[in-house]
């Protein structure tokens, strides 16, 4: 028993001992790849932001359940709400980088993802006073088509991504990708530590967060985490965005119905669920994960990439 929580606290240990890594995604609610053929980049900062108070509810939840996350943080953001940032900053959470704003890797060439990722850290390192070392890309958006992604990272000195989601799904994937960390480059020490999948008959399901993570009961993300901590023996890497914990968000009335199905589903439970969450697992910060996990990373070989016929 702790003598000082004011709650009571259970006899058995955590659900496991190993540390995973907790992430949250900050963008706004209508900076998501969901809304993106709806809500144009130029409309941005006329909209009603929530970023700030959702945030600050975020960092109430984890400080009472004392754990330590990472803030993969869009640049646009960071440059609007510098003391949201430094408030982040100042709690002991990392502040990473999720790129300026929110366009996906296989959107750019190699030069100009590397003058994206070069002005979201420079914002980020100046709002935070922190050096800013991991990178996520928008909708793990880094797949076969972007070998180049990892090379720029590597090339800017970043220790580590937490880009890629070795599943199918309809708007992104890297199915064929190890599953936990993995080193892209022979020349060089960058790790990627891939979202969470859980197997489930043989086949890979995602369990890292997202909209599975609201639609479906708590008891399969429960589930999923011990199987990848036990069974795998490694650690969950889950994360969700601010715009999930928010039932009072405006509705995008025109997006697909898809769109909107996948976006506002389950926001209710969601405050209740990440309780649970942060509470039945041991979770800490990315940056400490990725070293950890340095030493287990498999190398990547890359097949040679399709060559696509000409049109
Ligand atoms: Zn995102």
Known sequence: MNAHSPFPQEDSPKASSIVNGLSV????????????????????????????????????????ADVKATFFTLGWVAKRYPAMIRRIADAGHEIASHGYDHARVFSFDRKSFGEDIRLAREILEDRSGQRVSGYRAPSFSIDRRTPWAFMELAEQGYAYSSSVAPITHDHYGWPDAPRFAFRPLPWSELVDIPVTTAMLGGRRVAAGGGGFFRVLPYGFSRWAIRQVNRRDERPAVFYFHPWEIDPQQPRVENAPIRSRLRHYTGLEKMAGKLRDLVHEFNWGRMDALAHREAKRAVDLILPEPDVEPAQ
């Open 25 to 64: 995604d900050v963008e706004d609610w209508f900076q998501v790849g969901a809304f993106e053929n709806v809500i144009e980049r130029a409309d941005w900062d006329g909209l009603a932001t929530r970023i700030e108070n959702n945030v600050a509810g975020i960092l109430d939840l984890f400080a009472e």
